[in-house]
């Protein structure tokens, strides 16, 4: 079947404005993670969704992000007044189970 | 101490010949462990996942587990030029489900 989507692959803003990325988990996924990863910080954890709940954002870095699912299905990252520094690959992964992540292809952010 | 510790490379490996990666983690309850491929540009792909004591494979990849010693490793056997990447080992710790990364390990197999 079809893998994790993620729209768009490439997202150019200014400083200071919003951002929402989207993710499309495989069919039947009940988890769904967020990552991001940036020049020389390597892979890091935002947040995880089982179902539409959030029971861990701790990898959240400013209350300037904010996610959500619903219907158990697509995930939307939201990042408000956009910053240089949030510049990044963001990453969407989903699970069947609570074991193997299966990636999208990303979205690349780029704040000028 | 970093959670999740790889040797950044590059490990250059002559075409045919076995790539060594290894991995060694923080969190002694962590239970899951998994290795990633990621080639420039692209999203991480998994190759293995392995949760016991032991060796575990997969065609040219065996995933080396030893959790007293808090170490994982990935053994490329006949290494080909396609599998020159960066190779990212993830751990899931004993609280929660995320996945920690390691800085990732770039090999490049040369013809």
Known sequence: ?112 | QKEVEQNSGPLSVPEGAIASLNCTYSDRGSQSFFWYRQYSGKSPELIMSIYSNGDKEDGRFTAQLNKASQYVSLLIRDSQPSDSATYLCAVKGAAGNKLTFGGGTRVLVKP
């Open chain 1, 1 to 112: 079947g079809a893998g994790v989507s993620q729209s768009p692959s490439n997202k150019v803003t200014e400083k200071g404005k919003d951002v929402e990325l989207r993710c499309d988990p495989i069919s039947g996924h009940t988890a769904l993670y967020w990552y991001r990863q940036s020049l020389g910080q390597g892979l890091e954890f935002l947040i995880y969704f089982q179902g539409n709940s959030a029971p861990d954002k701790s990898g959240l870095p400013s209350d300037r992000f904010s996610a959500e699912r619903t219907g158990g299905s697509v995930s939307t990252l939201t990042i408000q007044r956009t910053q240089q520094e949030d510049s990044a690959v963001y990453l969407c992964a989903s699970a069947a189970s609570l074991n193997e992540q299966f990636f999208g292809p990303g979205t690349r952010l780029t704040v000028l």
